[in-house]
């Protein structure tokens, strides 16, 4: 596996980077905090089972743009060998910290400022730092109970003793985007609120480009409908509602082929790949 942040390297400049994270309780790692360093590419190798997806999820339970990735499940709770679920800890934590190479230099920088308030120094001529800490309790009955909070100080042995709750607009400040491994690509190549190609052709603007597709796509309706078929299915399907509906509103139903709204043409985007085996091209979702 291979865990990359866009964050690290920006038009030449240095960064705001996650620069390290740590792990107690969660999924495969035990209540012994487990310490991770990243680079800007970061390598995750191992056998099965030794714990790179529960690295990747502990970050997506951090900071993952999708609310279901973000949620602890009663199942991310550690369980020791030999021991059922009720045996299990109660507690467990993450906590992930940025570094901000950027502050070396006196030019503004979009990064500092939303983290300014909670930024703190390891060490003289160290840069500035931001350590987020998520806390999660589960009791008896599998109810969870989450705080993330900004630790401002810590002793010895890097426990939190000065803390304040992230509220919710700066925690979506980071957006961490998971794709985990699997055949199926359509959750991710899709126009989807939650899909990376779909946010980008959302941010598109598209000016003039909207009239030209709705006068297009009006044609191809007008050409759709005028089939001698169609116009009969039409018409019957007009004459069988007419027997089921007397009201003013929805009186008359019509077979739409294409909705003008450039949106919603967006969902029908597929991505294929060419030349393919025999064929023209291959279409892979």
Known sequence: MRLQ???SIRKGKRAMKLCSLRISNFQSFGPHPTPITFEDITYLLGPNGSGKTAVLQSLCRLFAFEPGLRRVRPSDFH???????????????????????????D?????????????????????PRVRYRLTATVDDEGDVEETLVYVTQADADGNPIVSSIVPKHQRNQIHLHYIPARRDPSDHIA???TALLGRLLRATQWGGDRDTVKDLTDQITSCLAGNASVTALGQSLNASWKGLHKGAFFAEPKLTFVNSDIEMLLRHMSVSFTPGHGENEVVVV
Not at 89 to 95: A, D, P, V
Not at 109 to 126: C, E, I, S
């Open 191 to 193: 126009y989807g609120a």
């Open 79 to 105: 369980v020791p060998v030999g021991l059922s679920n009720a045996e299990g800890g109660t507690t467990l934590w993450l906590e992930a910290e940025f570094s901000f190479p950027e502050t070396a230099d």
């Open 5 to 7: 942040k866009d964050s």
């Open 107 to 127: 030019e503004d920088n979009d990064t500092v400022a939303p983290h300014f308030d909670h930024m703190r120094l390891q060490a003289a001529g160290d840069v």
